[in-house]
């Protein structure tokens, strides 16, 4: 399959993702049990799950976004985070659930956890859809996981490289490019 010159072959299917996020959706509505929920979507990355995974719980939440662009060379996390976009709203006494794409050395949610729990929500969990448990260098705990995947660079479905091929509707691997 090809999108602008890059070839992509995929991993997880459209039809794959929608049942795996269907299913994450039924646990986290029964899990919370009708208390209203707080989803931070993390952006950019998450904008793709966060809006199918919203549509997938069956519980009164809102929606929150919240920036975030780890410095660092195209394929790595340096783990040095910059705020590109905060809440805008508080979350102080709030049942919140951080939606990420993925979690890979886990630099980017250690800091973003911080960073929430300093304004006293409630309670705080995160669900990842991916993550590639070999590059961990910060330990996290992913409360609802979607897929564990290995290490390999991923695109579609809201992940980008070099912000290409977010519009994906799988995900992928980039085997080449020209
Ligand atoms: P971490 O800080 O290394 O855990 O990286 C987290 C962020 O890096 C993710 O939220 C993504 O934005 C980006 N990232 C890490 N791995 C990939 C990948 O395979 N494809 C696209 N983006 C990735
Ligand atoms: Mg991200």
Avoid: W
Avoid at 106 to 133: D, F, I, M, W
């Amino acid at each position: 399959m090809s999108a602008r010159g890059a070839s992509v072959t995929p991993l997880l299917g459209a039809e794959e993702l929608r049942e795996r996020v269907a299913e994450l959706g039924r646990q986290i509505t029964r899990d919370y049990a009708d208390r209203p929920l707080v989803l931070v979507c993390v952006l950019k990355g998450s904008f793709v799950f966060a809006a199918d995974l919203a549509r997938a719980i069956d519980l009164p939440l809102r929606i929150e976004f919240f920036g975030v662009q780890s410095y660092g060379d195209l394929t790595t996390s340096s783990g040095v985070v910059q705020i590109t976009l905060d809440l805008k709203q508080p979350i102080a006494g709030e049942d919140v659930l951080v939606v990420e794409d993925i979690v890979d050395t886990g630099l980017t949610l250690s800091y973003l956890s911080e960073q929430l729990r300093a304004r006293n929500p409630a309670s705080l969990k995160v669900c990842s859809l991916l993550h590639k448990p070999a590059r961990v260098r910060s330990p996290v705990e992913i409360d609802y996981l979607g897929f564990t995947i290995e290490d390999v660079f991923v695109v579609g479905y809201g992940l980008d490289h070099a912000e290409q091929h977010r519009n994906l509707p799988y995900i992928g691997v980039v085997t080449a490019s020209g």
